[in-house]
């Protein structure tokens, strides 16, 4: 029976890591123009300002073509910079267009976001509910 | 932890790798992309508790990384261009990534293929003006390029008006895929980054 039972599982599992992988890829984009909101910053930094200021673990091998397509696109500007490490370092930096982008960007995140957020507010609640009885 | 030699040796390997897996691209483009994952592996070397290793593993494949940026390039240039042949590649690719590409590649298939069949036949007629043409009679309505199998009362009516007007539907099909494509492209302009069970944002 058991044996019957795990490959469903399983298969749920994966249906619902695709689900959260497919809502996280649509909000990188904005993630990455957003970093950049308050001045320019190069690759390892916007990467590391994820990490600091989001839940947005970003494998390195990810962010790089994101940047060069938002840059393609005439979002973002770049410059290579010499450093006192002894290395350039390619800095981005919003263009106005990169700007409006983002606002329209945010804007709509954040209705969205609320009216899903009263959409499922009965379902957290249950959640917590059924949390709550199991602590007791 | 200070990279040895041999670290240096295995940063070379990976960075030559990935410009020989940028192949379709231009030389001031694919010199960029290893710039500056050059100077993103070294800043890595420079902070405490990274190593060579970990920054490679986060990096992923070259293979992969190079398919990153040339799938979106691909993508772009297809959505902007109108070269069929560049949107066959596009749509081929998405097949290859599941059904809705996979439909998007026969949908691509079809229209190039009436379009381009159209095309053929107006280009045929002035050689072969027997063999091509639209026969109508009753009960039959067929176009295109035949061996002569029709008799009264069923007879070719277009005559060498068959080529302007095969001409004219044949690049509006063409017209009509390709367009509906950019669209498609330009409206998802997606298959980027995704997540991975443990948290890191991949790209698919």
């Not at chain 1, 990188?28 to 300002?49: K, V």
């Not at chain 2, 593993?57 to 190079?66: D, I, M, N, V």
């Not at chain 2, 091509?132 to 009753?138: K, R, Y």
């Amino acid at each position: 029976m058991k044996l019957k039972t795990e490959p469903v599982d399983l298969e749920k599992n994966q249906s619902a890591e695709r689900w959260e992988q497919q809502m996280r890829k649509g909000a990188l984009e904005m993630a990455a123009l957003a970093s950049l909101w308050s001045g320019q910053l190069y690759g390892l930094e916007i990467i590391r300002r994820f990490e600091d200021s989001s839940q947005l673990a970003v494998a390195e091998g990810t962010i790089y073509p994101i940047l060069a397509r938002l840059k393609s696109e005439g979002l973002l500007a770049s410059e290579w910079v010499e450093a006192e490490a002894g290395h350039p370092r390619k800095y981005y930096w919003l263009t106005s267009a990169g700007r409006t982008r983002l606002q329209h960007m945010a804007g709509t995140w954040t209705e969205f976001s609320r009216e899903l957020a009263r959409l499922i507010k009965p379902v957290i609640t249950a959640q917590k509910e059924k949390e709550e009885e199991v602590t007791k | 932890m200070n990279p040895t030699q041999e670290h240096w040796l295995q940063v070379d390997n990976y960075l030559s790798k990935l410009r020989k897996s940028l192949p379709h691209m231009p030389v001031e483009d694919r010199e960029e992309i290893v710039r500056e994952i050059s100077a993103h592996i070294r800043e890595c070397t420079q902070e405490p508790h990274n190593s060579i290793d970990n920054t490679l593993k986060r990096l992923g494949s070259p293979e992969r990384l190079a398919s990153r940026y040339g799938h979106d390039r691909l993508m772009r240039r297809a959505s902007r261009g109108f070269s069929p042949v560049l949107i066959l590649r596009v749509t081929l690719a998405l097949a290859r990534r599941g059904a809705e590409g996979f439909a998007l590649f026969l949908g691509a298939l079809v229209g190039y293929g009436m379009g381009g069949g159209l095309v053929l036949t107006a280009i045929l007629k002035p050689i072969f003006p027997r063999n091509v043409g639209l026969w109508m009679g009753p009960g039959v309505f067929d176009f295109g390029f035949h061996v002569p199998r029709y008799s009264d009362p069923v007879h070719e009516v277009l005559g060498h008006w068959y080529i302007p007007i095969a001409l004219g539907v044949g690049y509006f099909f063409i017209w009509l895929t390709t367009s509906g494509i950019r669209w498609y492209l330009r409206r998802t302009r997606q298959r980027g980054p995704l997540f991975t069970g443990r948290g890191l944002v991949q790209t698919v």
